[in-house]
């Protein structure tokens, strides 16, 4: 590979733990007492939400005694169990870790996720090492949804966005870097499989798992 540097997103392309976010709000219903099947159209309308609008939806919805701040808390402490004990690697990745050290290729992590969690999980995993750094988007009041975050990434260890190859699995961050002018190879990710179409218009590459970017090496 021809790149001065990596860029890495870790939920859903580094490691397994979209199906964890898919089943958070059937987790944060089930410790309330709350059958969730008996709310499937409460799923249903928090399903494009952020953890702050689902929350103020759950307190209004259920008639909650706790304030849309104490259920973000909540939240995210279930998510931060999962982090810390469940969630795993994708398979392949620490195999094309290794192979873009080998290049010499250094590399970081961009994510939504708060860097110290992503820090332990990543840690946890045995790949931390991997990376020069973590950026989480909300340590920089950038979305990634937008290009100024992936040349942020590229210019903070000192290189251009157009040297730069990002691996996403959201169609909407792979248009963004793509946007900011870095190369953009999409993973095929499972629960966004309705976007994998725009993800093959977007990026450059497309692979369908780990073992298969190998071959990008």
Not at 88 to 103: A, I, N, S, T
Not at 193 to 207: K, N, S
Request: with cysteine; glycine share 4%.
């Amino acid at each position: 590979m021809d790149f001065s540097f990596a860029i890495f997103d870790m939920d859903g392309t580094i490691v397994d733990s979209m199906p964890f976010w898919d089943r958070l709000t059937e987790e944060y219903l089930e410790t309330l007492d709350v059958t969730p099947e008996e709310h499937l159209d409460l799923k249903d309308a928090v399903a494009q939400m952020s953890m702050r609008e689902a929350a103020e939806h759950f307190q209004q919805a259920l008639e909650l005694d706790k304030t849309p701040e104490e259920i973000v808390l909540e939240m995210g402490d279930l998510m931060d169990r999962h982090y810390q004990e469940d969630i795993q690697l994708r398979p392949g990745v620490k195999e094309f870790l290794e192979g873009m050290r080998d290049e010499h290729i250094p590399m970081c992590v961009l994510t939504l996720t708060p860097a110290p969690l992503a820090y332990a999980c990543l840690e946890r995993l045995g790949v931390a090492d991997y990376f020069a750094f973590i950026l989480c988007s909300d340590d920089v009041g950038i979305g990634t949804d937008q290009p100024e975050i992936f040349a942020q990434a590229a210019w903070e260890f000192g290189v251009y966005p157009m040297e730069t190859i990002v691996f996403e699995d959201s169609h909407y961050a792979a248009r963004a870097a793509k946007q900011a002018g870095c190369t953009v190879v999409g993973i095929f990710e499972q629960t966004h499989e309705e976007q994998w179409a725009m993800m093959q218009r977007f990026c450059d590459e497309t692979v369908m798992d780990w073992h298969e970017a190998l071959n990008l090496l």
